[in-house]
């Protein structure tokens, strides 16, 4: 699966962008998709993760509120909703899929055989 992530941009403090991952070449079905974050100089962090039969999700605790994932079915698109962006937000977006995964697992990056090439957030304050 090739997986085409979008919706970056410049956001002020507070404000909110939506950031797609949209899959080619097959379905997202039977898939976990997660979307993970790189500001520079940092690791590589988990942001959330969505299981795409049923649609639970589960998120990195320190961005519980503020994000949210969805997805849709018929577009075969996953979706990140960031509200009320602060300056630390400001990263590299990856979005990502395995069909393979144990929920202990969900927030590690070598989880995942499939990226997506990266979206960049740059939120100003």
């Known amino acids: 699966v090739q997986l085409q992530a979008s919706g970056g941009g410049l956001a002020l403090a507070g404000g909110s962008l939506r950031l797609s991952c949209a899959a080619s070449?097959?379905?997202?079905?039977?898939?976990?998709i997660a979307w993970f974050r790189q500001a520079p100089g940092k690791e590589r962090e988990f942001v959330g993760n969505?299981?795409?039969?049923?649609?639970?999700?589960a998120y990195a605790d320190s961005l519980k509120g503020r994000f949210t994932i969805s997805r849709d079915i018929p577009r075969n698109t996953a979706y990140l909703q960031m509200n009320s962006l602060k300056p630390e937000d400001t990263a590299v977006y990856y979005c990502?899929?395995?069909?393979?995964?144990?929920?202990?697992?969900?927030?590690?990056?070598?989880?995942?055989?499939?990226w997506g090439q990266g979206t960049q957030v740059t939120v100003s304050s």
């Open positions: 070449g097959r379905t997202f079905r039977g898939y976990n």
């Open positions: 990502a899929a395995s069909s393979t995964i144990i929920h202990s697992q969900i927030g590690v990056a070598s989880s995942y055989g499939y």
């Open positions: 969505i299981k795409w039969n049923g649609g639970a999700t």
